[in-house]
């Protein structure tokens, strides 16, 4: 049975998250256990977009920073990088570093800032379902250690987005978005993720759930406290755990599903072995979920022709606050949306419901509504 550990932490001071991480790295043998002196360690953050701290959309600055310490101290060399979503010119992305506060951090403690998207190899994926391989970032392939550093979220896409869900930044760019044209089902986006866990081979996972993300996640939403720090060797079972305390079945995440499917993980956190705090003491009370896919329950044929009036559509939520910077427009796989003088205009007949325009949105203008037709079929049911 695999361990996920769980420690309390209440806010971003530097002493109570390097506390929080400590004491959920110790029962695992500390960050002695997974770095040696001298071996290259790649953190992989999450930078989706362009978001200051305190919105929750990326991993906090003040929790890189606590893992950066406890690398060095265990004689590793640091190393900090993420793709994040959409087009990534230079001055794009040194924006994201900066608002972020990562660029800060890394300066401050030394530490390299990588862009995985300057140098990238193929890497196989053994005995993947749908993918044997995967174009990544080099210095994702080629590090000693890799750690992820997820961040607490709702994704409107997958359902959660955690340890497993973060590796899909290691994939440069706009191939993200491609991956989205080419498996634009759910389960299998779910599957294809699984495979690419297998590529990436991280060692640990170390939860940001300090503050989290509720509703419209994984950019949308809300930032919700959670005031915990979660870690474990095995992403899957971190995730498990993770989605529980959001008020999920795991098995309604995507990933989680699909791991299950192929033996890898467990269905329910009872099956997990938990260290330190019990996960139903930090679970937050009434967490909002994004729309769930009502075509899920439907048999496979009528699923693929009701999906567009059962699931939730990108819409123009906050017109006011859209900048017209067209990164919705150009992160959009099969071209369903276009910027004119009064923001997005969405093509519902082309749209495949990935909601990258919603993800990746800098200002969160563009929100998730869901269709008359899936409002009345959820109306008392009870998921």
């Known amino acids: 049975m695999s361990a996920v550990t769980i420690s309390r932490c ?57 893992v950066i310490r406890q690398v060095r101290a265990a004689g590793g060399v640091p190393r900090v990088g993420d793709s994040p979503g959409g087009p990534n010119t230079i001055s ?32 196989p994926a053994e ?58 089902d759910r389960e299998d986006f779910g599957e294809m993720l699984v495979d690419l866990l297998i590529a990436c081979k991280p ?10 993300m509720e509703g419209d996640g994984p950019a949308g939403g809300t930032p919700r406290q959670i005031g915990a720090v979660l870690a474990s060797a095995d992403c899957l079972a971190l995730d498990v755990v993770a989605s529980a305390m959001a008020g999920l079945d795991p098995l309604e995440v995507y990933t989680n599903k699909a791991a299950h499917r192929r033996g890898l993980s467990v269905a329910t956190a009872d099956e997990v072995e938990i260290i330190g705090e019990e996960w139903q003491s930090l679970a937050p009370a009434g967490f909002k979920l994004p729309p769930r896919d009502m075509s899920v329950r439907m048999p496979a044929w009528l699923s693929r022709r009701a999906r567009s009036w059962v699931t939730a559509r990108p819409t123009l939520a906050r017109p006011r606050e859209c900048t017209r910077c067209r990164k919705c427009e150009q992160s959009c796989p099969v071209g369903a949306v276009a910027v004119g003088p009064g923001g997005p205009v969405f093509d519902h007949s082309l749209c495949i419901r990935c ?18 037709l899936a409002r009345l079929a959820m109306r008392g049911r009870d998921f």
């Open 92 to 123: 794009a992305i040194k924006r994201i570093w900066q608002d972020s506060g990562i660029a800060q951090v890394c300066a401050e403690e030394d530490a390299e800032l990588l862009l995985f998207d300057e140098d990238c190899v193929r890497a």
């Open 127 to 184: 005995n993947g379902h749908l993918y044997t391989s995967f174009t990544l970032g080099r210095a994702v392939v080629e590090t000693d250690v890799l750690i992820t550093l997820p961040k607490f979220k709702t994704h409107g896409f997958m359902m959660f987005t955690g340890a497993v869900k973060n590796l899909f930044g290691c994939i440069p760019g706009l191939e993200k978005a491609q991956y989205h044209l080419k498996v634009p």
């Open 355 to 372: 909601y990258c325009c919603q993800e990746l949105c800098p200002p969160q203008a563009i929100g998730l509504a869901t269709p008359p």
């Open 10 to 66: 209440e806010e971003y001071l530097p002493e109570q998250v390097t506390a929080a991480i400590d004491a959920a790295l110790s029962p695992l043998g500390g960050m002695a256990a997974f770095v040696s002196p001298g071996q290259r360690v790649l953190l992989k953050v999450n930078l989706l977009s362009r978001a200051t701290p305190d919105r929750a959309v990326t991993t906090h600055p003040e929790f890189v920073r606590a």
């Open 203 to 212: 060692s640990l996972a170390l939860m940001d759930a300090i503050v989290g």
